[in-house]
């Protein structure tokens, strides 16, 4: 790395995939409003995004698109994937934000997403081995909770889940814990809000923890309200390896939002939302997912090896 | 010819009314309201939400042999908030709700923490009223107004409780929880919905007492809230749900049977508010105690043959589970 983009690494943490955005509405097989905040995982050689779909009716559900590299060249499949069943009448008004992590211990993916109900949006999960045929758990928490995922693996014997619930419009990130991913208890607030900064009028989870040697990574979005609408930015904090309730070190500064046409121009503007990231566990590669501005998908690129170095000297 | 334009009253009002305020507590509070209640070796107990002039609250015991009178009540606070062990305290503890769960041989408390994230649901247990063990925050922000039932139902302890969502347009309605261990909480669902327009009950409710057992169900008296240019009113509705499964709305009643009428229901820290966190069904009366007005505690007896005339003639619902 030459010294001019070290100095300035933070401005240069992500890169932006030069043929961004890499889906829209203009790929979709049938019509949509817009597709964005998709969970991201790899499975057999292949990347695949759970999209975000809203349709015409203002309704979210998931759809799958896959890739052979993650950038390019993909298949969607021609109908959603997964849509909201009556059964549980918390999807009412659609399901939405998908997070997607791989569970060791039960060989199975979990899909936490938001349903919105009528009462508001909770947070619901789903298990699948293979990204067409998904097993409800229900609501696991009840309204205004959103933005939620679990860890990979289960830390001092339970099954551990970050959150975002939201009160009277401000919120804190928040974390719980199960025996057994269907219930959940011990409620806390993990990550503030702070008064007065970028990320002081909302924070809530981007991207499912990243397990690192350091402890694990999470990656969040940071909302400040200005005259003109909402600023979603991303930021980083560290959690203790073995009590992810303890936090080792939160980012002062952003360290990416907003700064492109298709971040500005949307359902939206001035939202970049990651969802999910997909890191290269012998290089530290990662690919982040990202809905720009409520209506198309992005990718933006960085390396965890330099993220780390970066948190670890607290010089961001 | 006599006109007769007065509605049946369910319940009676005590004429001793209100039975406790600040000027019997033993040190200096605010105000005194929305109790929890329940039998204790054979007397009334009331576990009363004392606010302080930090705005915190705690809560206090009560006991009386009658449930009306000569009211013995705790010398100092019986439950502080713990912030330190428990942060979601960290701005009081509120408005609980008693269920004797025979099985436990325990009492259970929900009551109300107010968090640092807004107010959320608490679970505490005790045999006798002076020691407790705290189960922590057992649903997230915000949320409120929850009740256990006494008894497993597909060996799942079940909860009714009251979420709120800021997103415009999304009422507050009852929803109805399981556990399997009472601390671990899922499979959250809409009960009892919010009706809309121009009913008592429209855009906010909340179960009130915890449910109560009748050969007929459950029967549940809930809070509706209207909200007015001069403010909010706060009202009471029963339900019925099914004895054998509480995820079924059996029946509901169309009107508010009671509301703030009197003058220690009318004025005070929150005008026009009646709120109800316990009742005790002794034979054949019930005695419900609540909150007037954010400041003081009533009392207000039913027969529990009318509570339950009253509700089988209510309609029955249709539909509850799937989509409105």
């Known amino acids: 790395m030459d010294k ?24 979709w097989p049938y019509p949509a409003n817009a597709v964005f905040n998709p969970g991201a995982v790899e499975k057999d050689g292949q990347t695949i995004l759970l999209a975000r779909v809203e349709d015409m009716r203002g309704f979210s559900h998931l759809t799958r698109a ?47 997403y938001v349903s ?118 991303v930021g980083l904090a560290l959690l203790d390896r073995d009590d992810p309730g303890k936090i080792i070190h939160r980012s002062d500064n952003w360290v990416f939002g907003p700064q492109v ?44 090896n330099d993220i780390l170095d970066l948190l670890r000297s607290k010089s961001i | 010819m006599s006109l007769n334009n007065s509605y049946d009253e369910l319940f009676q009002r005590d004429k001793n009314n209100p039975i406790l305020s600040i000027d019997d507590w033993h040190y200096p509070v605010n105000s005194v309201f929305n109790c929890g209640a329940t039998l204790l070796n054979g007397e009334t107990l009331l576990l009363v939400r004392v606010e302080d002039r930090k705005g915190f609250s705690h809560l206090t015991t009560a006991i009386s042999k009658d449930g009306i009178t000569s009211w013995k009540i705790d010398t100092h606070p019986t439950l502080l908030p713990d912030p ?20 436990l041989q325990q009492y259970f408390i929900a009551y109300t923490s107010y968090s640092r994230g807004g107010p959320l649901v608490s679970l505490a247990r005790t045999k006798d009223f002076v020691h407790f063990e705290r189960c922590g925050a057992i649903l997230p922000p915000e949320d409120k107004d929850a009740a256990l039932f006494p008894v497993r139902f597909n060996g799942k302890w079940v909860m009714l409780h009251r979420p709120v969502s800021s997103t415009p347009g999304a009422p507050a309605h009852i929803w109805i929880s399981f556990s399997p261990d009472l601390h671990h909480w899922g499979d959250h669902r809409i009960l009892i919905r919010a009706r809309e327009g121009g ?91 609540y909150g007037g007005a954010d400041s003081r505690i009533a009392l207000a007896t039913a027969k529990l043959s009318d509570l339950r005339d009253y509700i089988t003639h209510c309609p029955q619902v249709d539909s509850i589970y799937g989509w409105s």
């Not at chain 1, 401005?11 to 890499?22: E, G, K, S, T």
């Not at chain 1, 619901?124 to 696991?140: N, P, Q």
Request: charged share 25%; with cysteine; hydrophobic share 35%.
């Open chain 2, 199 to 289: 009913w008592w009950d429209a855009n906010r409710i909340g179960l009130s007492p915890p449910p109560l057992a009748i050969p007929e169900g459950w029967l549940i008296l809930y809070h509706g809230v209207r909200r007015t240019a001069g403010g909010v009113i706060y009202r009471l509705g029963l339900a019925l749900l099914d004895l054998e499964d509480p995820t079924r709305l059996v029946r509901r009643s169309e009107e508010w049977i009671f509301g703030p009428r009197e003058n220690y229901e009318r004025e005070g820290d929150v005008d026009d508010v009646v709120f109800p966190c316990g009742w005790i069904a002794d034979n054949d009366l019930v005695r419900m105690y």
């Open chain 1, 116 to 233: 919105f109900s009528t009462g508001g949006p909770v947070v619901s999960i789903a298990m699948t081995d293979d990204f067409s045929h998904f097993e409800r758990l229900g609501c696991i928490l009840p309204p205004e909770d959103k933005d939620a995922s679990l860890f990979p693996c289960q830390i001092g014997g339970r099954y551990v889940l970050i959150h975002r619930p939201i009160i009277r419009g401000e919120a804190h990130i928040w974390i719980s814990f199960s025996p057994d991913l269907k219930y959940w208890g011990e409620h806390r607030v993990l990550l503030p809000v702070r008064p007065g900064w970028w990320d002081n009028h909302r924070v809530g989870l981007g991207p499912p923890p990243i397990e690192t040697p350091e402890g694990w990574l999470i990656i969040y979005h940071g909302v400040r309200i200005t005259a003109s609408g909402s600023l979603y930015r």
């Open chain 1, 66 to 112: 896959r890739s052979p590299n993650g950038f390019s060249n993909w298949e969607i499949d021609d109908h959603p994937t997964l849509t909201p069943v009556e059964k549980h009448n918390e999807e009412q008004w659609g399901i939405e934000d998908p997070r997607i992590i791989y569970l060791a211990d039960q060989d199975k993916y979990a899909v936490t």
């Open chain 2, 84 to 103: 330190e062990h428990y942060p979601e305290e960290i701005w009081g503890i509120e408005d609980p709700r008693i269920t004797y769960i025979e099985e």
């Open chain 1, 261 to 304: 046409n298709y971040e500005y121009m949307g359902d939206v503007p001035g939202v970049t939302f990651p969802t999910g990231v997909i890191v290269n566990q012998l290089t530290g590669d990662l690919r982040m997912y990202y809905g720009a501005a409520d209506k198309s998908i992005a990718v933006a690129t960085s390396n965890l």
């Open chain 1, 4 to 27: 001019q983009i070290k100095n300035n690494l933070p401005f240069y943490l992500f890169q932006r995939y030069d043929d961004n955005p890499i889906l829209t509405t203009k790929n």
